[in-house]
């Protein structure tokens, strides 16, 4: 054999007890940042209790679109306004409905009431 096909043939097995030399590449795992555009655009449409809906539906782009640009702590920060400005809508339509239920229902009864002591006093 030539001496530079023997030393070709050694490439590819270790020449002795040499330090073995590792590589470790620590990846980041993505982090999942909701930005809580489906509720918000619910909120919208339903509860949009002075317009808390509505702002929590532009956080939520603004949200997704720190997202895009991998700024995740801006991403974070948007989506969590968001959140609190959904709560707020939820709760505040929910307690919207809730009293005018009750509003209503007591108008009913004061006029169910009304009359009967109107009928009660026709047959006295």
Known sequence: MIKRDQEMANWGTPQGPGPVVSTVVNIQPEMAVPDHIVWSLFNTIYFNICCLGFVALAYSVKS???KMVNDMI???????TAKCLNIAALVL???VIVVGIVVVVLQAVTIAAAVARQNHR???
């Open 64 to 66: 997704r679109d720190r």
């Open 74 to 80: 801006g991403a974070q920060s948007y989506a969590s």
């Open 93 to 95: 339509g929910i307690l």
């Open 122 to 124: 026709g047959y006295s």
